[in-house]
């Protein structure tokens, strides 16, 4: 599909291919509600120009079944709250459970996950909830033990 290069990658995701899950909260790349991975790396898409784009890019719809266990522990967490940071967060966390057995090896995993979620703002759960999910669904897929 061909977008003329001063569009964002939001806006062509969202108006042109009805892909909605990313959205557009602060329309700055301050948020992370719009975040998609581009080549494999977590993306604002709201102040991506579409002409910079070079490589796949994976919303929340393409990742829907690679994120199933993320889902799942979000939800039995209590890492849901609105819900509208949870696109946002879920493709973030898909890009560090990609790399699950590299970051099970730190000695801080919490804090890893929280520096690298940084960029995902939450405005309802306090990031405890949503740290521990990836933590935990980190720890499975490496088969490590979940951290407490």
């Known amino acids: ?10 806006s062509v995701l969202r108006d042109d291919l009805d892909l909605t899950a990313a959205k557009v ?7 992370g509600a719009c975040t998609v991975l581009v080549d494999g790396r977590p993306t604002m898409s709201c102040v991506t120009a579409v002409a910079l784009v070079r490589g796949p890019v994976e919303t929340l719809e393409a990742l829907a079944e690679e994120v199933t266990d993320l889902r799942e522990e979000f939800a039995d967490a209590g890492a ?13 966390a898909a890009a560090l459970a990609r790399r699950a057995d590299e970051l099970v090896a730190e000695d801080d995993l919490p804090g890893v996950v929280r520096d690298r979620l ?17 933590c935990a669904v980190l720890a499975r897929r490496a088969g ?5």
């Open 1 to 10: 599909m061909l977008a003329p290069a001063s569009r964002t990658l939001a």
């Open 25 to 31: 909260a602060c329309g700055r790349g301050e948020c």
């Open 80 to 92: 849901f709250q609105c819900g509208f940071c949870t696109p946002g967060q879920l493709v973030h």
């Open 118 to 134: 940084s960029g995902n703002i939450c405005r309802c759960t306090g990031y405890q909830a949503i740290t521990g999910a990836v």
């Open 144 to 148: 490590a033990e979940v951290p407490s």
